[in-house]
């Protein structure tokens, strides 16, 4: 019998923080159609979560982030019914090149600064769990589990350090 294997999907979300606001994207066609994201993607063939999440920020919003810029605040486990399980990184910046703007307009219909404690209605809820896991310091949590209850986890995570 053959043994399965464990597969999962490697997302990364940015949080562009400034003056206590977080730059959010509004979906335009398929999943979450417009409902309020955060920059995102996933990890292309060979490609860590850094380069892709520096990747993702140019592509989808037009800024240039250093890996020097970015904190890792968060992680989750996500399942979705009738998805393979993935897992998302959630990435902060506070200092970037450029003025954000909507550079997938096919994908994306309004870009928007919100502030981090009054979020718009109308949030995807993955990335919703990351933006609430990084407010309350929670370093993991896990959605779509069946128990969604943030948990910590022992030592607490140290912010991304680059290393090389």
Not at 35 to 59: F, M, Q
Request: glycine fraction near 12%; proline fraction near 9%; hydrophobic fraction near 40%.
């Amino acid at each position: 019998m053959a043994q399965a294997t464990n597969r999962v999907i490697l997302d990364v979300h940015l949080l562009l923080v400034r003056g206590g606001h977080v730059l959010l994207t509004q979906r335009r066609g398929g999943y979450g159609t417009g409902l309020w994201h955060l920059p995102s993607g996933k990890t292309e063939a060979g490609e860590s979560v850094i380069d892709a999440v520096i990747r993702e920020a140019y592509e989808e919003v037009g800024v240039t982030v250093s890996i020097a810029e970015l904190c890792c605040v968060h992680a989750v486990h996500v399942h979705h019914t009738g998805e393979e399980p993935r897992v998302g990184f959630f990435f902060e910046a506070t200092r970037w090149a450029g003025e954000p703007a909507n550079r997938e307009p096919d994908k994306c219909s309004a870009v928007g600064w919100f502030p981090l404690t009054d979020l718009p209605d109308g949030m995807i809820p993955y990335p919703a769990a990351g933006i609430s896991g990084y407010l309350s310091g929670v370093p993991f949590s896990v959605l779509g589990w069946g128990d969604d209850t943030p948990r910590p986890v022992s030592p607490p995570v140290r912010p991304f350090v680059a290393t090389g």
